[in-house]
Nanobody, 115 residues
Framework: QVQVVESGGGLVQPGGSLRLSCVAS????????WAWYRQAPGKQRQLVAT???????NYSDSVKGRFTISRDNAKDTVYLQMNSLKPEDTAVYYC?????????WGQGTQVFVSS
């Protein structure tokens, strides 16, 4: 059964950095496009960044220039490097396929940006 497991979140001050990781084992990882999503309290889940099988990336306007998505096919892992974090980046971050059919959603990893 395919699982996604996110990690790397935590508490960080504004302007700080975090690196999130997501392992998607048993998922034909290398041929898929992957994405990071986030859900803030009381809000709908939103798409943050995507990475295609060829490495092409896209970002939401709110994170462009601050976040970088990358992948390591040998490790079935997708990363999200987050720099210059802002309080509005506070959310639970999830990874999944870029498009349906989605895998079962993991528990996510909490990012909290506050001074």
């Amino acid at each position: 059964q395919v699982q996604v497991v996110e990690s790397g979140g935590g508490l960080v001050q504004p302007g700080g950095s975090l690196r999130l990781s997501c392992v998607a084992s048993g998922s034909a990882f290398s041929i898929r496009a992957w994405a990071w999503y986030r859900q803030a309290p009381g809000k709908q889940r939103q798409l943050v960044a995507t990475i295609a099988s060829n490495g092409d990336t896209n970002y939401s306007d709110s994170v462009k220039g601050r976040f970088t998505i990358s992948r390591d096919n040998a490790k079935d892992t997708v990363y999200l490097q987050m720099n210059s974090l802002k309080p509005e980046d506070t959310a639970v971050y999830y990874c999944n396929r870029r498009s349906p059919p989605y895998l079962s959603w993991g528990q996510g990893t909490q990012v909290f940006v506050s001074s």
